[in-house]
């Protein structure tokens, strides 16, 4: 009987607990915009531009017209002289290859 009221006791101090620590978080947060909380990370990941609507710099429209000629990944690292990782990052970041023709700024 002791040991039932002990662990109640218990999982009531960790839920206040929580709340308090959240509280705590959410007001450190707003005196210190340094700390951020879990949340504003999460947020910051997605981009603000979707990757088909974002302007192609250079070396974008360089790895989109190869993709949309038939090159791999691994030809494209070859012909520009960059990594492969770099290759696909590039192809995720501006959702290549794109239908449509982007073209050169002449």
């Known amino acids: 009987m002791d040991a039932c009221l002990k662990e109640a006791k218990r999982i009531e101090y960790e839920e206040l607990y929580r709340k308090a620590w959240d509280a705590q978080r959410k007001r450190?947060?707003?005196?210190?915009?340094?700390?951020?909380?879990?949340?504003?990370?999460?947020?910051?990941?997605?981009?603000?531009?979707?990757?088909?609507?974002?302007?192609?710099?250079?070396?974008?429209?360089q790895v989109d017209r190869m993709a949309r000629n038939g090159m791999d990944v691994c030809n494209i690292s070859i012909a520009l002289n960059i990594p492969e990782p770099e290759v696909r990052r590039i192809m995720k970041d501006y959702g290549l290859p794109r239908e449509t023709y982007t073209g050169m700024k002449t």
């Open 28 to 61: 450190d947060a707003a005196v210190d915009p340094r700390l951020r909380l879990k949340e504003d990370e999460k947020k910051k990941r997605f981009f603000s531009v979707l990757p088909k609507n974002r302007p192609l710099n250079n070396l974008g429209r």
